[in-house]
């Protein structure tokens, strides 16, 4: 009977010392800048239905791992903001947009500390951008040419583009 005691009570306390070191026990890992990864736009981006300051959604493609670890896993939501959007006009004019990706927010074990999202841009670190297609050569029979417009710019849903974590960023354990 003595002998159980003793289990009981080593048993309790490994159980209660995991349980004090479980909340003591913090993963930071450093996410960082120049980290490469691809996302896509979650719908079409026309010209034609977006204007200057409108949000677009995007999606990560590809976990983003250090080290072995993701710390941010497929599917994770972004946006993107429209830096400048042209409808396609008379004349064959065509239509032009321009984006510049903003963030994505962690998801997955792990969060960016102080709640920060990661800042993301292009490969390049240009903003993404679309024209359409002009239609000029028609446009110089002048009746005809008022009433033709050219293409719009599109940023099609599901195309894959290469992006990089703009900045570092602290990665915890939640």
Not at 3 to 14: D, E, F, L, N, T
Not at 58 to 81: D, F
Request: hydrophobic letters at 40%.
């Amino acid at each position: 009977m003595q002998r159980k005691a003793k289990v009981s009570y080593v048993i309790a306390i490994s159980i209660l010392s995991l349980i004090a070191l479980t909340g003591t026990i913090r993963a930071d890992i450093e996410l960082p800048a120049g980290t490469q990864t691809k996302i896509e736009f979650v719908q079409d981006i026309s010209s034609k239905f977006v204007k200057p300051g409108d949000i677009a959604p995007i999606r990560l493609l590809e976990p983003i791992t250090v080290g072995g670890v993701v710390l941010v896993k497929e599917g994770a939501m972004g946006s993107a903001r429209v830096v400048s959007a042209e409808s396609a006009g008379k004349g064959g004019k065509p239509g032009e947009i321009e984006l510049e990706l903003i963030e994505l927010e962690p998801n997955g074990y792990y969060k960016a500390a102080d709640d920060k999202k990661i800042q993301i841009e292009t490969h390049d670190g240009q903003t993404i951008k679309a024209r359409g297609k002009g239609k000029k050569t028609l446009s110089y029979i002048v009746f005809f040419g008022l009433l033709i417009k050219g293409g719009e710019g599109i940023i099609p849903a599901g195309q894959p583009i290469p992006v990089k974590v703009k900045e570092d960023i602290m990665i915890v354990l939640e």
